[in-house]
């Protein structure tokens, strides 16, 4: 039995609301950690999970402060962006949540929150905001535009921030001098009060098809399209391979590897074909998509 959908119209729902439900859903949202100065030298330092890489020729960042939806008062990142147009974007690692999650309390605008959640002020090289010593990766940048969304609470202002330097921790590096993923740590922003750790035990690989071109869903066997046993995640692998096995294949790998399935199920049709499945699932799961294509045609092969 399928779960009902529930259908919503943004207009008939309260701001709180339609927050809860964006943030809910659209996750997990990378943070940038924002340090800014006003025309008076106040240091401020926010984190904004509204926030993403949106170029790279030329390097552009984009996050949001968006307005209160309580007071509709903007933040002061908003107010020291509009008087200097310069950013610092830290990024924030499991070593680090708790002190960013301190920097974010509501202090005046007069108070630094470097001192009050215990960062390390380091000078930047172009700008005049401080970059955090703690993050393994800053980036200094030049605001190039601020987009207000609209004057209501709630409604976002988009900083258009241009990377004009960046600095990287070595210890985050991997041996060709990139970052390592398994090495940086990152923590980004779900729902409500949670977070996701972005560590080994919760990162995987997929193999981006920039210059492969599967055979996709519509060339996969209706009988396997149909299977009780693979997943739709189990069809996006069998779909992404670039040509489907050869009958010779097929039969050579049903000699060799799957002949004692074959004579041990050669009265239970059904059972044959739902084993051949279970294999396939389990050929996938280690990434053998040859194997589990070749698997799987074998129940009609010969």
Known sequence: ??????????????????????????????????????????????????????????PIMIFSPARSGRTNATKD???????????????????????????????????DEFKKAGFTALDSELIKPRRVGESPVQFECRVNDVVELGELGGAGNLVICEVVKIHINEAVLDENQMIDQKKI???????????????????????????????????????????????????GQLAGIEEIPSETDVNEYKLMELSDLFIGLEDNAALLETELHKKASELLKQEKIQEAWMTLLAFNNG
Request: charged share 15%; glycine share 6%.
């Open 1 to 58: 039995m399928r779960n009902q959908i529930i259908t919503l119209d943004p207009s008939e729902l309260a701001v709180p609301e339609i927050h809860r439900y964006l943030l809910g859903a659209v996750g997990p949202r990378p943070i940038a950690f924002a340090a800014t100065v006003d025309k008076r030298g106040n240091h401020n330092l926010a984190p904004f999970s509204f926030f993403n890489v949106f170029s790279a020729n030329p």
């Open 77 to 111: 990142t908003y107010n020291n962006v509009k008087e200097v147009p310069e950013v610092v974007i830290n990024v924030v690692t499991h070593k680090m949540v708790h002190q960013m999650s301190l920097a974010s309390s509501p202090f005046e605008p007069q108070v």
């Open 185 to 235: 740590d990152l923590v980004s922003r779900m729902g409500g009060n949670w977070y996701c750790r972005a560590d080994e035990n919760s990162m995987f690989e997929i193999n981006k098809p920039i210059t492969t071109i599967g055979v996709g869903f519509d060339n996969i066997p209706m009988d396997i399209i149909q299977s009780n046993i693979l997943t739709g995640n189990e069809l």
